[in-house]
């Protein structure tokens, strides 16, 4: 992994974070706010694959875990996003990204990444809410990862895709 690309991903992770916990909790819809750390790692998926998608991942949930005001287990997050990393990047080695197959992988990895970060919850036996509060919580978060997406995954896809420029034709 390059040093630029390593460096843009960390930036791309620490700004996703503090938006998330400081500014997207003023905004929250019933009290859910949009995971702008899962949005980082599927457009690292989209473009650069499962397995650094998987590092960015984990790194970006272990923080997310670990933010103020985090209320849960730590590394449930850090699970969930490596899953995401995982699955989203699978996406890239079957299809060519377009806006419908980033819309939809976004939709799934949002699905997946918030159902693990559930589940992770009831067998930990740290669940902030009830199993039927999380499914409105999952529909919720994956209507902002959705909204969100025009906005965040373009700029993010193009900016790993520019960091490597030889690969990035093949992509």
Same mark, same amino acid.
């Given at each position: 992994? +390059?040093?630029?690309?390593?460096?843009?991903?960390?930036? @791309?992770?620490?700004?996703?974070?503090? $938006?998330?916990?400081?500014?997207?909790?003023?905004? @929250?819809?019933?009290?859910?706010? %949009?995971?702008?750390?899962?949005?980082?790692?599927?457009?690292? *998926?989209? #473009?650069? !694959? %499962?397995?650094? @998608?998987?590092?960015?991942?984990?790194?970006?949930?272990?923080?997310? =875990?670990?933010?103020?005001?985090?209320?849960?287990?730590?590394?449930?997050?850090?699970?969930?996003?490596?899953?995401?990393?995982?699955?989203? !990047?699978?996406?890239?080695?079957?299809?060519? %990204?377009?806006?419908?197959?980033?819309?939809?992988?976004?939709?799934? +990895?949002?699905?997946?990444?918030?159902?693990?970060?559930?589940? +992770?919850?009831?067998? $930990?036996? =740290? %669940? &902030?809410?009830?199993?039927?509060?999380?499914?409105?919580?999952? !529909?919720? @978060? $994956? &209507?902002?990862?959705?909204?969100? #997406?025009?906005? &965040?995954?373009?700029?993010?896809?193009? *900016?790993?895709?520019?960091?490597?420029?030889?690969?990035?034709?093949?992509?």
């Amino acid at each position: 992994m +390059s040093a630029l690309r390593a460096a843009v991903a960390g930036l @791309a992770v620490l700004v996703a974070l503090a $938006l998330q916990v400081a500014l997207f909790p003023h905004l @929250a819809w019933q009290g859910i706010v %949009p995971n702008l750390c899962l949005l980082v790692v599927v457009a690292a *998926a989209l #473009t650069r !694959g %499962p397995q650094f @998608a998987m590092v960015l991942g984990f790194a970006a949930g272990l923080l997310l =875990d670990l933010a103020p005001p985090a209320d849960h287990v730590a590394g449930r997050w850090a699970l969930a996003l490596l899953v995401v990393g995982y699955v989203a !990047g699978l996406v890239r080695q079957d299809v060519r %990204p377009t806006a419908v197959t980033v819309v939809g992988t976004v939709a799934a +990895s949002s699905f997946v990444g918030t159902s693990v970060f559930a589940i +992770s919850g009831l067998l $930990l036996r =740290d %669940p &902030v809410l009830g199993v039927g509060d999380m499914i409105q919580v999952i !529909g919720v @978060a $994956l &209507v902002w990862d959705v909204l969100l #997406t025009p906005f &965040v995954l373009p700029p993010l896809m193009a *900016a790993f895709r520019r960091l490597e420029p030889g690969r990035a034709a093949l992509l």
